[in-house]
């Protein structure tokens, strides 16, 4: 099982990027996904997270709410992550991740069992 992350790189503050993370060696349709961030010296949060059943409800941290958008095509067995007018306290290693199991709401970082291996966001102000 392998969750590729990609899409990360260097933005002003302000600007956008868009996230992948595609899944292979099994599907996750029936899994919740996320994304997490995690910043130098701090530990690793939440950022948004989204399911297939309850009509593919997300839930995102305050933080980025408005601003953060998930999305999730279950063909391509791939999540996205649209990131608009980031910030400066944006900038971190976004991991994608899928729940232990499925059917299982998940929206903390200990709910999730499979981690792909993170790629960079950075953002100059």
């Known amino acids: 099982v392998q969750l590729q992350a990609s899409g990360g790189g260097l933005v002003q503050a302000g600007g956008s990027l868009r996230l992948s993370c595609a899944a292979s060696g099994r599907t996750f349709n029936n899994y919740a996904m996320g994304w997490f961030r995690q910043a130098p010296g701090k530990e690793r949060e939440v950022v948004a997270c989204i399911n297939t059943w309850l009509g593919g409800s997300a839930f995102y941290a305050d933080s980025v709410k408005g601003r953060f958008t998930i999305s999730r095509d279950t063909a391509k067995n791939t999540v996205y992550l649209q990131m608009n007018s980031l910030k400066p306290e944006d900038a971190a290693v976004y991991y994608c991740?899928?729940?232990?199991?499925?059917?299982?709401?998940?929206?903390?970082?200990?709910?999730?069992?499979?981690w792909g291996q993170g790629t960079q966001v950075t953002v100059s102000s």
């Open positions: 991740a899928a729940a232990k199991g499925p059917y299982y709401s998940a929206t903390s970082v200990r709910d999730y069992g499979y």
